[in-house]
């Protein structure tokens, strides 16, 4: 089992492919569809800003084939937010996989929400193996509200979506590239998991 990592004007590859190897899972990079339309199982990775990486997305054709796979995808970080209907930043109409909307935080505590926050209510397979309340590694400005795929949340001043899913999607807004174990056991359970 190979995973494709997307290379795209927003990603964050390099810490994704450093964790991959780390749990010992087969990878290639890549930014052409043809090779993404092929692919085993996806991660979209994701730090930037929401309007302009849509914009490079639909000018490569990507935005097609991420919302046509059939493949198993797991978004991170923006890459959840990109499957979103749209964002609030840079005005965005996204890939639409997800129904939710992304939105900035309206909180009085400090924004970006960065560094380790406790996730709850876990209901999707990629949690298998991990305690109620663990920790992972966030760090954004913009958020999925709580909706019908939401999967886990995090309290941050206001409670939103840590991880959504529908079908052979699902997304979650912290890093598990950066979240130690509870991290790799995440990108594990996600290359294990059958859709």
Request: proline share 4%; glycine share 10%.
């Amino acid at each position: 089992m190979t995973v494709t990592v997307v290379r795209y004007n927003a990603g964050n590859v390099r810490s994704v492919t450093n964790a991959l190897e780390r749990v010992g899972v087969p990878y290639v990079v890549s930014g052409d569809c043809e090779k993404l339309s092929t692919a085993e199982r996806i991660i979209f990775p994701g730090v930037g800003e929401a309007g302009s990486a849509m914009e490079y997305l639909r000018a490569t054709g990507i935005d097609r084939v991420l919302r046509d796979t059939k493949a198993p995808l797991l978004g991170i970080c923006l890459g959840l937010q990109l499957l979103c209907s749209k964002s609030e930043e840079g005005g965005a109409t996204c890939l639409g996989v997800l129904s939710g909307s992304v939105q900035k935080f309206v909180t009085p505590r400090t924004v970006p929400h960065t560094g380790w926050s406790q996730i709850k209510n876990l209901a999707h397979p990629i949690f298998d193996g991990i305690p109620e309340g663990s920790y992972f590694h966030f760090v954004h400005s913009y958020r999925l509200e709580v909706c019908a795929a939401t999967v886990a949340q995090c309290e941050y001043g206001e409670t939103f979506s840590a991880a959504a899913a529908t079908r052979n999607f699902v997304g979650v807004q912290f890093h598990p590239e950066k979240s130690a174990a509870v991290g790799e056991r995440l990108l594990s359970n996600f290359v294990e998991w059958k859709v």
